[in-house]
């Protein structure tokens, strides 16, 4: 697999890894508490992060969506998204990599939203999406982290900080 992926890859799943142990900390209230921000509570942000790595998941690999995690009815603790992370991850992995093997980067996906509307990208797009859609919620998750008054983690999460751990430089 091209190294850029890999990166991004490995990246995205230790940062929201990261961010999972740390709530798994929390009290229930903490957890739950709403904010004017992303999906408004870190338990609903941390869903929608792994929730669309599943999506993203069966949309390139072109599978039949599985029932999001946001909509299922259950309500996630962070150590139960932590191992739906582990799982999804790596099926995002083996996607890419078949992906990568059959040189179907720029081949294009379709499909429809839940409200209908059609959409078309590459599946390298859709990759790219999914690789970086965490970074986004992930800021707003250390946002809401702050807003409770919690220490700050102590990590910048970003890919250079892990493959300083990954390599052990940190």
């Known amino acids: 697999m091209h190294p850029v992926l890999s990166s991004l890859l490995g990246h995205n799943q230790w940062a929201t890894r990261i961010i999972l142990e740390d709530c798994a900390k929390l009290s229930q209230s903490q957890w739950d508490q709403e904010f004017e921000i992303g999906p408004g509570s870190l338990r609903k942000t941390m869903t929608h992060i792994v929730g669309a790595?599943?999506?993203?998941?069966?949309?390139?690999?072109?599978?039949?969506?599985?029932?999001?995690?946001?909509?299922?009815?259950?309500?996630?603790?962070?150590l139960e998204l932590a191992d739906k992370l582990e799982v999804i991850s790596e099926q995002l992995g083996l996607v890419a990599a078949d992906v990568e093997r059959s040189n179907g980067w720029e081949r294009p996906i379709s499909f429809a939203t839940s409200e209908g509307q059609m959409y078309r990208f590459t599946r390298g797009?859709?990759?790219?999406?999914?690789?970086?859609?965490?970074?986004?919620?992930?800021?707003?998750?250390?946002?809401?982290?702050?807003?409770?008054?919690?220490?700050?983690?102590?990590?910048?999460?970003?890919?250079?900080?892990?493959?300083?751990?990954?390599?052990?430089?940190?």
């Open 53 to 78: 790595m599943q999506r993203w998941t069966d949309r390139i690999s072109e599978a039949r969506l599985r029932e999001s995690l946001e909509d299922d009815g259950h309500r996630y603790d962070p």
């Open 125 to 170: 797009a859709a990759m790219a999406h999914v690789l970086t859609h965490g970074m986004h919620h992930r800021a707003q998750a250390l946002n809401m982290r702050r807003r409770l008054g919690l220490a700050p983690l102590g990590l910048d999460l970003d890919v250079v900080e892990w493959e300083a751990m990954k390599t052990g430089q940190l």
